[in-house]
């Protein structure tokens, strides 16, 4: 009995442990940037253009290309990981070759982003001619994306109970009907948790826009989807490396780090709050 005891509480322990250096690593990395960042912010810096090389006005296109670039990979990738997942789990005949597209799909999900950006450069810059644009970005994060939400989805779609299938077809409606009215309001939230990873990873990426969508500089917004763009995560690594007065362009670099935490932390907000909302009407 003091043995079983002992080992729950080293247990407990290593996990209280485990959580406190999470914890204190993400509010490290914050205070890191934040001291360095927050002083380059002002209202210009969220509104204005760039000027003078870089080294001086704000980042609004680069706000504005990331969100660009997060909302249309979403709208892009969700439909699609949703109509996949409810075909995996709901349509097709469990055997080898679900087994092996679901191993494909979990593969994907650990290819390296940089891998998709080529991709990107071939199929959309190059093969159709989309050339370096908002769109060739858009289809590029959108299938990064895709398996991490194909597999939220699929296991939110599975973790529905087989009785709310089961008294839909005792009632008389069909398979689709079933999965519509009452498979898919029970799955919504962990769907959207697929989602809000989604976002999250489009919003922060770098390689795939770097061959894709993104410029160093530009002058005016973008006017089309065959525009190229500038954003957030390429407008830091370009800062950082190709910058000719670091001096005044690395202060500017940990502003827009700064920036785009606080984006994806406000997208992430705003889907947990609908995902709660959704859960607390649906509660079994």
């Known amino acids: 009995m003091k043995k079983r005891k002992l080992k729950q509480i080293i247990g407990f322990s290593l996990l209280r442990i485990s959580v406190s250096i999470a914890i204190f690593a993400l509010f490290s990395i914050l205070y890191f940037i934040a001291i360095r960042g927050a002083g380059v912010i002002n209202l210009e810096f969220f509104t204005s253009m760039p000027r ?11 706000i504005l290309g990331t ?11 969700l439909p699609l990981s949703v109509f996949a997942a409810i075909y995996l789990s709901e ?9 092996v ?6 593969n994907l999900a650990g290819v390296p982003s940089v891998v998709f950006g080529l991709f990107g450069l071939t199929v959309f810059v190059k093969f159709f001619g989309f050339g370096v ?43 689709w009907q079933t999965i519509r009215r009452a498979v898919l309001p ?7 948790t697929g989602a809000i990873l989604g976002v999250g990873r489009a919003a922060g990426e770098t390689a795939p826009i ?21 954003a957030l995560p390429y407008h830091i690594y370009a800062l950082m490396t190709e910058g000719t007065h670091p001096d005044l362009q690395v202060p500017i670099a940990y502003g827009t780090a700064l920036i785009l935490i606080s984006l994806v932390l406000l997208i992430n907000l ?12 649906k509660r079994w």
Do not use: H
Not at 52 to 62: C, F, N, R, S, V
Not at 91 to 99: E, H, K, N, V
Not at 211 to 217: I, R, S
């Open 52 to 62: 003078e090389g870089m080294t001086e006005g704000g980042i609004l296109p680069a």
């Open 67 to 77: 969100f660009y670039l997060a909302i249309g990979a979403i709208l892009f990738a």
């Open 91 to 99: 349509y097709a005949r469990q055997g080898r070759l679900i087994r």
């Open 101 to 106: 597209i679901r191993l494909g799909v979990n």
């Open 133 to 175: 644009s908002i769109i060739s970005g858009v289809l590029t994060l959108g299938i990064l994306i895709l398996p991490t939400i194909i597999r939220a989805s699929e296991e939110a779609l599975l973790a529905v109970p087989r009785s709310f299938r089961e008294a839909s077809l005792a009632l008389g409606a069909t398979k």
């Open 186 to 192: 029970s799955a919504t939230p962990g769907i959207l």
């Open 210 to 230: 770097l061959f894709t969508a993104a410029t160093f500089f530009i002058t005016r917004l973008p006017s089309s989807i065959f525009d190229e763009v500038q």
């Open 270 to 281: 705003v889907a947990i709050t609908i995902r709660y909302r959704i859960r607390k009407e």
